[in-house]
């Protein structure tokens, strides 16, 4: 299995302009998470999906980003408008959930995409 | 939600036990203890959890106070690899059990 996948693994974009980000969980993982990382914050969960569905996005820092889940190979977080302190690495995770509570499952992680708004 | 605290960082030897504190005086009966690992710039990985009983595997060992209001992880023999920031964290049951709190964790420095 490739594992997580994301892209693009670096994006430099200049304030204002729009950022998507784009997320390929593991095959057969019916949860997804978007994570943020800063050196300020450390690891922040932005927002996860549960078979495509949105369950909890109270991370998600403002309207200006926003998350989609169109089908269960495929997530993407975008950002319209940047701004430079929506620079930080952005990381992507799946996992397998087994009736609701298995404290077993791991969640993935992907590389990260590392975002740099001038 | 429980909370974790953890020593910002710590140092160990090449081929030495390493023991990585963490204090969770707030955990509830339910609460799993997991740890994860972020490698330099790398996703973090998991690494072992557990709920009461100490745990080994092929990475770690997990040792859980008997209270449960602290654990440690330890790694045997630590290795320029496991140079990493380790994350000490609470799974509880229910609605937020998806919902990881990671904290600052613990940065390892591994000597040669």
């Known amino acids: 299995d490739a594992g997580v996948i994301q892209s693009p693994r670096h994006e430099v974009t200049e304030m204002g302009q729009e950022v998507t980000l784009r997320c390929k969980p593991i095959?057969?993982?019916?949860?997804l998470f978007w994570y943020r990382q800063t050196m300020m914050r450390g690891l922040e969960l932005l927002i996860y999906?549960?078979?495509?569905?949105?369950?909890?996005d109270s991370g998600m820092p403002e309207d200006r980003f926003s998350a989609k889940m169109p089908n269960a190979s495929f997530s993407t977080l975008k950002i319209q408008p940047s701004e430079p302190r929506d620079s930080a690495v952005y990381f992507c995770?799946?996992?397998?959930?087994?009736?609701?509570?298995?404290?077993?499952?791991?969640?993935?992680f992907g590389p990260g995409t590392r975002l740099t708004v001038l | 939600d429980a909370k974790t605290t953890q020593p910002n960082s710590m140092e160990s030897n090449e081929e030495e036990p390493v023991h990585l504190p963490c204090n969770h005086s707030?955990?509830?009966?339910?609460?799993?203890i997991h740890w994860y690992r972020q490698l330099p710039s790398q996703g973090p990985e998991y690494v072992i959890h557990?709920?009461?009983s100490n745990v080994n595997n092929r990475m770690a060992s997990l040792a859980i106070a008997e209270d449960r209001k602290s654990s440690t992880l330890i790694l045997h023999r630590a290795t320029l690899r496991d140079a990493a920031v380790y994350y000490c964290?609470?799974?509880?049951?229910?609605?937020?059990?998806?919902?990881?709190?990671f904290g600052s964790g613990t940065k390892l420095n591994v000597k040669p």
């Open positions: 995770a799946s996992s397998l959930v087994d009736g609701g509570y298995d404290p077993y499952n791991e969640q993935f």
């Open positions: 095959s057969g993982h019916d949860y």
């Open positions: 999906f549960n078979n495509n569905v949105p369950i909890d």
């Open positions: 707030t955990i509830s009966g339910t609460d799993y």
């Open positions: 557990g709920l009461t």
């Open positions: 964290i609470l799974r509880a049951p229910g609605y937020n059990f998806n919902k990881f709190y």
